[in-house]
């Protein structure tokens, strides 16, 4: 890999690689360690790189797979499987969204469990199609699927709530947390 | 495709990229522009991931340093090809990649001796071993299961071994070799874990002779006999103890 392309992979994909790092870690420090060894990995692999398109996917898996291979030394993963999408989306308004803080937001995403939080974040990232997402997380197209709907409804669920005490005169939303079907 | 089916399928989807030219969700898309309550409830969900995504990405954003340290990266991880060095750097590079292989050797070489087996089987019974696979007290049980689990063939144990309890056997891998232990009773606090393996897996597998060795705290004997080596391994226990055994 040359210096040109490098500088390109590093300008087009690190901002993205960077927040998948910190999804992952849910610091930033690990984040920008994660995100240097990905495109350190990439200067001495990317030569056998044949299709510059799969750099990018290249550099998500990598960065996975040295966090899986940091966490390996504290304990092993936990293995879950999903048989099928059960939850009901909270019946929450994207003007809901609005009232709360982008930090908010973060912070209600970090907290879903992994398994949920990974789809879901580089789905948010806008920069994979959700074939990519199945490369990099290593598992099937459909267990994607599901992960996102099931992911997406434990999100509304704590933004939904979060958003109901930023707005206490909302009649309607309190309605709608009342008829909600529990998880 | 029902609507259930198309809102799980379509709760994957955004606007604007490949997701349009996938046929799944462009089956799913035109069921939502065919009917108005799917069409609605694609457009709400659309509209929710947009400020969703658009809130969680501007939350985190780099630090303004990283760019600047991954493009320094290059500097310092830089590869150099092979034919633009020169020639001593070359002859020197060889040097040190045939010195390299030759430890490399030594040590593979080394790490599938007996030496090492008896090391890493001693270490693993005197402070890694957690649990059988048969508990038993029964010494023709065990050889019955692991006749049956791996093939085992027939034991040759010393006298010594023969007499005393077993307390059940476990199956591990060793080097992709198969490794069978058996636990004995000495009766006097101690055990002794017996291994048995394949004699060919063990280049440098010791004679019919007893080798006696200590390894820490853990008091060891190896031989070999017919086809198999076998190691006696005890924690605590003393050379004496495993003499008694033949």
Redesign the interface.
């Known amino acids: 890999m040359n210096?040109a392309d490098?500088?390109q992979a590093?300008?087009a994909h690190?901002?993205a690689l960077?927040?998948f790092g910190?999804?992952l870690a849910g610091n930033?420090d690990d984040?920008?360690e994660l995100?240097?060894e990905a495109?350190?990995r990439l200067?001495?692999k990317g030569?056998q790189i044949r299709d510059t398109a799969k750099i990018k996917s290249w550099l998500f898996t990598t960065l996975y797979r040295v966090f899986l291979g940091w966490k390996s030394r504290q304990s092993r993963l936990p293995h879950f499987e999903i048989e099928s999408?059960s939850d009901e989306l909270p019946a929450?308004?994207?003007e809901h969204?609005?009232v709360?803080?982008?930090?908010i937001?973060?912070l209600a995403?970090l907290q879903l469990e992994e398994h949920y939080r990974l789809p879901l974040?580089l789905?948010?990232?806008?920069d994979h199609?959700?074939?990519e997402i199945a490369t990099v997380l290593d598992v099937p197209i459909g267990t994607?699927?599901?992960r996102?709907?099931r992911g997406?409804a434990q999100?509304?669920e704590k933004?939904l709530a979060c958003a109901v005490d930023r707005q206490p005169q909302s009649k309607t939303i309190r309605l709608d947390l009342k008829s909600r079907t529990a998880p | 495709m029902n609507n259930e089916e198309a809102k799980?399928?379509l709760?994957?989807y955004?606007p604007g990229?490949?997701?349009s030219v996938?046929p799944q969700f462009r089956e799913a898309l035109e069921q939502a522009r065919l009917d108005p309550d799917l069409g609605a409830w694609l457009a709400?969900e659309l509209?929710?991931?947009?400020?969703?995504?658009g809130?969680?990405?501007?939350?985190?954003?780099?630090?303004v340093h990283?760019?600047s340290?991954?493009?320094a990266?290059?500097k310092i991880?830089?590869?150099v090809v092979w034919w633009r060095q020169p020639a001593w750097q070359l002859a020197a590079a060889c040097f040190a990649a045939l010195l390299i292989l030759g430890v490399f050797w030594n040590r593979f070489e080394g790490r599938n001796g007996f030496p090492a087996y008896r090391a890493e089987m001693a270490d693993f019974v005197g402070h890694r071993l957690d649990r059988l696979d048969l508990m038993s007290h029964d010494l023709a049980e065990v050889r019955r299961w692991l006749k049956d689990q791996a093939g085992q063939g027939e034991l040759l144990l010393p006298a010594g071994l023969e007499r005393r309890p077993s307390l059940g056997c476990r199956l591990m891998d060793w080097q992709q070799h198969k490794v069978s232990l058996v636990c004995f009773d000495l009766g006097n606090g101690h055990v002794a874990h017996l291994l048995v393996i394949d004699r060919t897996a063990l280049p440098d597998a010791p004679a019919e002779s007893p080798v006696f060795t200590q390894i820490s705290d853990v008091a060891t004997v190896g031989w070999s006999r017919g086809e198999k080596t076998y190691l006696v391994a005890s924690q605590g226990g003393s050379q004496l103890d495993l003499m008694k055994l033949f």
Do not use: H, W
Not at chain 1, 100 to 103: A, G, K, S, V
Not at chain 2, 47 to 53: F, K, S, T, V
Not at chain 2, 56 to 62: A, H, N, Q
């Open positions: 210096e490098y500088e590093v300008s690190y901002t960077y927040a910190y999804s930033a984040a920008c995100a240097q495109f350190s200067l001495m030569g999408v929450i308004a994207p969204v609005d709360l803080e982008n930090d937001v973060r995403l974040v789905f948010y990232l806008n199609s959700y074939e994607v699927m599901s996102l709907s997406k999100l509304r933004l | 799980l399928i709760q994957a955004r990229g490949e997701d996938d709400n509209e929710l991931d947009q400020r969703i995504g809130k969680f990405r501007d939350s985190v954003t780099p630090p990283l760019k340290r991954l493009l990266q290059r991880v830089k590869p």
